[in-house]
C-alpha cells in the first residue's frame, strides 16, 4: 500500500533513502543527549551505592567550559542527511545528483559544529580546602550556586566526586 502511494505520488527511492536516515541519524542524536557533568545528577549505576563524605570550605571558584571527550558522529549523519535532501530538491540531472552530493557534504560539517557545540557545558573550577587540611580541586557543571568562603561536601565513590552545599 505505502509502496503504491509512493509510486503515484512521484517519490524517488533515493529521497526516500535520505528521510530514512535522516529520521534514523536523529534517533541516534537524541539517544547521546543524556551526558551530564551534573553535581546532582546521578546514573543509573551510580545510585544505591555507598558514597564517601568529606567536608571543607571554598577557597576558589573559577568560570570553565566542559567539553565532550570526541564527538558521537550522529551530527555528521544528521547534517548530512538533511543536507543531502535538501540538495536534492535542486536543479535535475547531472545539477541535481551534484546538488544532492553537495548539500550532503555541507550539512555534515553543519551538522558536526551543532553537535560540538551542543557538547559544551559552563561549569566550574572548584578549589576546596578540606577540613584534614588538604586541597582539592573538582570540574562541576555550573547548575549549583557556590561561593568562596562556602562550607561543601565532597560527595565521591565509585565514579565521579561532586561538590554540594552543606
Not at 135 to 152: E, K, L, Y
Request: positive net charge.
Amino acid at each position: 500500500m505505502i509502496s503504491t502511494y509512493l509510486q503515484r505520488s512521484g517519490a524517488r527511492p533515493a529521497r526516500i533513502a535520505a528521510i530514512t536516515v535522516l529520521a534514523a541519524s536523529m534517533a541516534v542524536l537524541a539517544g547521546c543527549a543524556n551526558d551530564t557533568a551534573s553535581g546532582s545528577v546521578y546514573s543509573y549505576g551510580q545510585a544505591q551505592r555507598e558514597q564517601i563524605v568529606r567536608t571543607g570550605t571554598v577557597e576558589a571558584v573559577r568560570n570553565v567550559v566542559i567539553q565532550k571527550d570526541s564527538s558521537s558522529g550522529a551530527g555528521v549523519l544528521a547534517g548530512g542527511a538533511l543536507g543531502g535532501v535538501a540538495g536534492n530538491t535542486i536543479g535535475g540531472g547531472r545539477g541535481n545528483i551534484l546538488a544532492t552530493i553537495g548539500g550532503g557534504i555541507l550539512g555534515a560539517v553543519a551538522g558536526n559544529a551543532v553537535e560540538n557545540q551542543v557538547g559544551k557545558t559552563q561549569g566550574l573550577e572548584i578549589t576546596v580546602r578540606l577540613d584534614n587540611g588538604e586541597t582539592r580541586v573538582i570540574a562541576q557543571a555550573a547548575d549549583v550556586a557556590i561561593g568562596v568562603g562556602q562550607r561543601v561536601r565532597l560527595i565521591s565513590g565509585n565514579g565521579p566526586t561532586r561538590v554540594v552545599p552543606m
